[in-house]
């Protein structure tokens, strides 16, 4: 461990991070250690995403369904703003301590602390104010737009913790703790469950009661996170005399923080573009596919997980210019998500029909639902390659490539594949445009890295060349 003491009148408080992790222990151990508490997070955050979905639908009522299917851009947003902040913090924090620069990562920490309060209550009042406004974007119909106004007055008050949630639960995988970011996740994820079926169900709340547990659940994480960051175990801080947006701070955050939250507006975008398709061919096949979607979240969110856990460890290895262990990390995380890809595709698609029927018991819905969720994974045993290549060039710090491959996959590549399939293919287009993005998605994103690393490979060539000039 890397300790750093600071004296306080009771005595000495410990603030560390894991050096060892970054600079030390073997490869596959390292990636294990960081990543598998960051894919159980993204699984507590799945777990978390279908609760509403899941028990909403145990009233059988199609519309509150389809309110929340209609609703998820919204938070998509939310998450997206607080991967803004976390991912691009992750990024500049990560690389400040590969180059021993801890008092600069602290600035950075504050100002995604304070970043995420006030874009938080931002949002929750552009959203208040122009409700009837985003219902229309949303595509909410006249059966279900009572169902999704309620759903989402109540959602938007949650957006500061949700942010500040999502943000930190990164900020804590650069200084190694991965195992507290998914804890905090864990507190909030529980909390939203045991509240779900107390409020839709007993309480006969519906949609505003799924959304109330949401706020509460993200209430007590984001209440854990600060309770750690406050505590003096954490060598980052959140105390208002760190906080600092010059000297490349927020600008560095934002350079990262933008194409890695790029990819969540674009989802968001590419969500309101789906339901409006959908919703030509009547709700049913959209719950159908909100429930696909959900389903379909175990098998994106591993993945996901999978690249948040390496970032840091990419971003360590590169600012401390050890490019044998960079090479290492990058190779033997593409092979991981190959493989865990394929065992996943091959268990979705023997149990697609009992996973869409656990959403809910309408025959119409499970029908479509199962159909779309084995069209949702005919990528999976290749998807997980681009969601390693995103994480490595955010690791990078490299900005340009990264925004490229961010507005791709559901930007650039899904929404045109969307009005083509649809027109030549119709629901069926509909439903296969998403696994075809993604296997495009993927020939992107290796053909990006590979520019990368040649520059990479020149950068390395460069400093061999100064040093035996020096010498």
């Keep these: ?7 306080e009148k009771e005595g000495y408080i410990i603030m560390q991070y894991d050096k060892a992790l970054f600079e030390t222990m073997p490869i596959h151990k390292a990636v294990a250690k ?31 369904v389809a309110a929340v299917t209609l609703s998820m851009p919204v938070f998509t947003l939310f998450i997206g703003s607080g991967v803004l902040l976390g991912i ?5 924090i990560s690389r400040s301590l590969g180059e021993g620069r801890t008092e600069y990562a602290k600035k950075v920490s ?28 949303i595509g909410a119909s006249s059966d279900t737009i009572d169902f999704a106004r309620s759903y989402l007055t109540y959602l938007v008050v949650g957006a500061p913790f949700i942010i500040l949630s999502q943000s930190f639960s990164n900020i804590l995988r650069s200084e190694g703790k991965s195992t507290l970011a998914m804890k905090g996740m864990m507190i909030g994820s529980i909390a939203n469950i045991i509240l779900d079926p107390l409020f839709i169900l007993v309480f006969d709340m519906g949609v505003t009661g799924a959304a109330v547990a949401t706020v509460i659940g993200n209430l007590f994480g984001a209440s854990y996170f600060i309770t750690y960051l406050v505590s003096g175990r954490s060598i980052l801080s959140i105390r208002l005399k760190d906080f600092q947006i010059t000297g490349g701070v927020m600008l560095g955050v934002l350079a990262i923080g933008i194409p890695a939250s790029l990819n969540n507006l674009m989802l968001s975008v590419a969500n309101i573009f789906l339901n409006n398709f959908l919703t030509g061919y009547g709700d049913v096949p959209l719950a159908a596919m909100g429930v696909a979607i959900r389903a379909n979240m175990i098998m994106v969110f591993v993945q996901i997980g999978l690249g948040q856990g390496i970032q840091p460890l990419i971003g360590y290895s590169y ?3 050890d490019f044998s262990r960079l090479k ?6 593409v092979a991981t998500a190959v493989v865990f890809g394929s065992i ?8 697609a029909d009992m996973i869409v029927q656990s959403f809910i018991d309408s025959e119409a819905v499970i029908t479509y639902g199962t159909q779309m969720l084995r069209a949702l994974i005919v990528s999976g045993p290749v998807v997980g390659i681009m969601f390693v290549f995103i994480n490595v060039l955010q690791g990078l710090g490299k900005a340009i490539p990264s925004l490229i491959l961010s507005i791709s996959r559901h930007g650039l590549v899904f929404i045109p594949l969307l009005y083509l399939l649809n027109a030549t ?8 445009t998403q696994p075809v993005t993604d296997i495009l998605t993927v020939i992107i994103s290796v053909a990006i890295y590979l520019i990368v690393r040649r520059g990479l490979a020149d950068y390395k060539v460069e400093r061999s060349v100064m040093r035996q000039s020096a010498r």
């Excluded at 461990?1 to 004296?7: D, L, T």
């Excluded at 104010?129 to 985003?134: C, D, L, N, Q, S």
């Excluded at 290492?328 to 995380?333: A, P, R, V, W």
Aim: aromatic share 16%.
């Design 34 to 64: 960081n990543s598998l508490p960051a894919i159980a997070s993204m699984l507590i955050v799945f777990i978390y995403n279908i609760a509403d979905t899941f028990f909403i639908g145990q009233t059988g009522d199609e519309l509150q």
């Design 319 to 321: 600012g401390a210019k």
């Design 328 to 333: 290492g990390i990058i190779k033997f995380s």
């Design 88 to 92: 691009g913090g992750t990024s500049l």
């Design 1 to 7: 461990m890397c300790q750093f003491v600071k004296r």
């Design 110 to 137: 504050a100002f995604v602390f304070y970043g995420a309060i006030v874009l938080g209550l931002l949002l929750m009042v552009l959203f208040w104010t122009f409700m009837p406004v985003v219902l229309n974007i």
């Design 344 to 351: 996943l595709t091959f268990i979705y698609w023997l149990s």
């Design 425 to 432: 293919i119709g629901l069926d287009g509909i439903i296969y």
